[in-house]
């Protein structure tokens, strides 16, 4: 049965690409194997489901044939896709007399162009940070320390000692891969496989790095600069591509960071703006008035227009969040007329004048 990747990420076919990405990136944070309580075979399908849904030409093949062509087995379709009735149950749980041969392997070879293997990648991070509620409006540089697996600083991933030499692998005999002859019930088949020991690149130090033992990696910690953007939304994360844990003869994963924003005691965000609400006394509000307001970019004084009403909202243009095209959003200043509890004689005559008035 065909993957259901739209199923996977829990969202509608016609969900655009913000919309799978967001998906994926709540669900990748939730799911992390680094997490306490994470699910690894859970976060390889949410990547497999992402890589496929988030390219238009793989999209495009999956929505109209259920499975994506020439994807080095990620999003292929549907298991056995080509082999329809056939039964393989046999084949596969140690009956039937082909205990030694496993199917996966056998049409991996078949149908991923005859042994290549899909290349190795290191395991992502996800950390958090907190962020003030003005780092947040304006966007902070941050230093973040993490104990990671990283290239080897010593040889720059080449594994060798310095000023060593390297030797033909005695594994492959400098070709980098193995041949092999692979049988089944369906024939012979001759296949190709990287070498682990060099890593396929025919060679490998005459002397070991101290540091990494020849591996090209080693654990320790590293300080990393992280460029958090103007406007990011409380749980937003922020990716940096290739800034996860190394592996040995393969790419760098990803660091995926959430951000967690500390409410401010004055202000709230709404899209681009800014919002707040200030009391004004009912003589201000009545006779127009001046007060001063410490906004996110220092003091300002804001005008009360004379009869103003309770709930109308005063605008102070370009006192708001960052947007996308370089410029910025409004305050939103929100009135609360203050009305006192305790009244002097001479306050009750007046008012009682207004009355008469028929204020």
Request: proline share 2%.
């Given at each position: 049965m065909s993957k259901d990747y739209y199923q996977t990420l829990g969202i509608e076919k016609s969900a655009s690409k913000e919309d799978v990405k967001k998906a994926f990136r709540k669900l990748a944070h939730?799911?992390?194997?680094?997490?306490?309580g994470g699910n690894e075979a859970k976060f390889k399908e949410i990547n497999e489901a992402y890589s496929v849904l988030s390219d238009d030409k793989k999209r495009s093949e999956y929505?109209?044939?259920?499975?994506?062509?020439?994807?080095?087995?990620?999003?292929?379709?549907?298991?056995?896709?080509?082999?329809?009735?056939?039964?393989?149950?046999?084949?596969?749980?140690?009956?039937?007399?082909f205990q030694d041969f496993d199917l996966g392997d056998i049409f991996g070879d078949i149908f991923n162009?005859?042994?290549?293997?899909?290349?190795?990648?290191?395991?992502?991070?996800?950390?958090?940070?907190e962020l003030s509620?003005?780092?947040?409006?304006?966007?902070?540089?941050?230093?973040?320390?993490?104990?990671?697996?990283?290239?080897?600083?010593?040889?720059?991933?080449?594994?060798?000692?310095?000023?060593?030499?390297?030797?033909?692998?005695?594994?492959?005999?400098?070709?980098?891969?193995?041949?092999?002859v692979r049988r089944s019930f369906i024939g012979s088949f001759n296949t190709e496989r990287i070498c682990e020991t060099c890593q396929g690149k025919g060679q490998i130090p005459k002397e070991k790095c101290q540091k990494c033992h020849g591996?090209?990696?080693?654990?320790?910690?590293?300080?990393?600069?992280?460029?958090?953007?103007?406007?990011?939304?409380?749980?937003?994360?922020?990716?940096?591509?290739?800034?996860?844990?190394?592996?040995?003869?393969?790419?760098?994963?990803?660091?995926?960071?959430?951000v967690h924003v500390v409410p401010h005691a004055t202000f709230r965000k709404e899209g681009y703006n800014l919002i707040m609400?200030?009391?004004?006394k009912l003589s201000d509000a009545l006779l127009g008035g001046e007060y001063n307001i410490n906004t996110l970019d220092g003091d300002i004084k804001v005008k009360i227009p004379e009869g103003i009403a309770f709930g109308e909202i005063l605008r102070v243009k370009g006192k708001g969040v960052a947007t996308n095209k370089g410029k910025r959003g409004d305050l939103l200043i929100k009135?609360?007329?203050?009305?006192?509890?305790?009244l002097s004689r001479e306050a009750k005559k007046t008012i009682e004048e207004l009355k008469k008035e028929g204020v």
């Open positions: 939730e799911h992390h194997p680094d997490k306490k929505d109209s044939y259920g499975r994506v062509f020439n994807n080095n087995g990620a999003g292929g379709g549907p298991a056995g896709a080509g082999f329809e009735g056939f039964d393989f149950s046999g084949f596969t749980g140690g009956t039937g007399g162009g005859g042994g290549q293997r899909r290349v190795k990648r290191g395991r992502d991070i996800s950390v958090d940070i509620f003005k780092e947040a409006v304006f966007g902070v540089d941050r230093k973040i320390v993490l104990t990671k697996t990283s290239v080897c600083d010593i040889c720059k991933g080449s594994g060798s000692k310095s000023g060593s030499d390297f030797v033909t692998c005695g594994t492959c005999s400098g070709k980098g891969k193995i041949r092999e591996s090209g990696i080693a654990r320790g910690e590293q300080e990393l600069s992280v460029k958090i953007p103007a406007g990011i939304e409380n749980g937003e994360m922020v990716r940096l591509s290739g800034a996860g844990e190394a592996v040995n003869g393969g790419v760098t994963g990803d660091l995926y960071i959430k609400n200030l009391n004004v009135i609360n007329i203050e009305l006192p509890r305790k």
